[in-house]
């Protein structure tokens, strides 16, 4: 620069300080452990930059997101799982049906339970149309095998859903009709037993297997009356019917009417002398009468007949407790609990007729025998 001249008139970028090479400001104090570094020749620790764009919340979102995607994975692999099981289910089950059986033999005839009746509950009967094609019966037959393999099994109610089914298919179809009406009497749905049997009666008239299961449902659906007609008619038909013997006298003694019912129930043990079921009704009756000793001796035919069913034991044990026969009735008590559950036994033990055994030594043995059992079935 000339002398003389004044830095007034020379443009800011000419005079002005070069404030980013003369100028500069202070570094800033290193740290003690900083400075140790650098006197013993290392480096100072580089440290991580960090993004002050990121922040929390956006990075829980993106956990979340993670967490979105894995529970997604593990529905759709739980829901092929689910298609998986059904197809092997609906293998399974057609390969049930193949090897049931053939099941179109007659329907044999129903045994009467002592059972008291249940009130049943209406439900829609299948729809109704006209005779299906050949076709459509063989496969409410088949639906109807595959409902009989369950019933085998134990599965009441869903073989009652397969004759529902077969129903829907085949509507007049007498044996699956009289098979369905069967399996209510077992479920204690006698009214809706009753207007089955009535449709299969319709469609086979005549049948007295299907006469006879009417007639039971008829009995246990408080319609007694009409049952004895009913069997009036079966064994007119069919002399020698020998479950209409049994059913009507049974019918006769729901209505007290043991005077009728007698001969008849007689005229069927003679037919049958190891049914337990109709020799039980018969001691009932003797009971009834005041015939002890008859109804004692037709009972222990009714256990040796039928040795695991624990109703003759009991009503045993409960005429020796009535006439004061502690030792026989606890006798007839011990060997119901061999045959059959400690429930049963025990609140059959608690009746009143049982007062005096109960507070006996013997009876405080009994009560830790159907203890025991019971802890035994428990473990």
């Not at 990121?54 to 967490?67: E, G, I, M, N, T």
């Not at 089914?165 to 009497?185: V, Y």
């Not at 009535?322 to 009746?351: F, I, K, W």
């Amino acid at each position: 620069m000339r002398p003389g001249v004044a830095l007034a008139h020379l443009p800011p970028c000419v005079y002005a300080p070069a404030m980013s090479f003369y100028n500069r400001q202070p570094k800033p104090e290193r740290s003690r452990r900083e400075r140790a570094l650098i006197i013993d020749g290392a480096k100072p620790p580089i440290k991580e930059p960090t993004n002050p764009d990121v922040k929390p919340s956006d990075q829980a979102r993106k956990s979340l997101k993670v967490f979105g995607f894995v529970v997604l994975g593990m529905v759709i692999f739980a829901f092929i799982s689910v298609k998986l099981l059904e197809h092997l289910w609906q293998k399974r089950d057609r390969a049930i049906m193949r090897s049931a059986r053939s099941l179109r033999e007659e329907p044999s005839p129903s045994v009467l339970s002592t059972t008291a009746p249940v009130i049943a509950v209406e439900i829609p009967t299948a729809p109704t149309f006209d005779r299906p094609l050949p076709s459509n019966t063989e496969q409410a037959e088949t639906i109807f095998r595959w409902g009989k393999v369950l019933e085998e099994a134990g599965e009441l109610n869903g073989a009652l859903t397969r004759y529902q089914e077969a129903l829907a298919i085949d509507p007049s179809h007498p044996q699956i009709l009289a098979e369905t009406g069967r399996l209510l009497i077992r479920l204690n749905r006698h009214a809706e037993a009753v207007t089955l049997l009535e449709r299969a009666e319709s469609a086979s008239p005549g049948h007295p297997d299907i006469l006879n299961d009417l007639g039971v449902a008829l009995t246990f659906a408080g319609r007694a009356e009409a049952a004895v007609t009913l069997y009036e008619q079966v064994r007119a038909a069919h002399p020698d019917y020998a479950p209409a013997l049994f059913n009507q006298g049974y019918a006769l003694v729901q209505l007290r009417n043991h005077e009728q019912a007698r001969p008849l129930l007689e005229a069927y043990v003679e037919k049958r002398p190891d049914d337990a079921m109709a020799l039980g009704v018969l001691a009932i009756m003797e009971l009834a009468e005041q015939h002890h000793e008859k109804a004692l001796g037709l009972l222990d035919r009714a256990i040796a007949a039928a040795p695991n069913w624990v109703t003759p034991y009991l009503d045993a044990a409960s005429i020796h407790a009535s006439l004061g026969q502690d030792s026989q009735a606890l006798n007839y008590l011990e060997r119901a609990l061999d045959a059959g559950g400690p429930a049963e036994v025990y609140q059959h033990y608690m009746t009143p007729v049982f007062r005096s055994l109960r507070t006996s030594d013997a009876g405080k043995g009994l009560e830790k025998k159907i203890a025991d059992r019971a802890r035994q079935l428990l473990k």
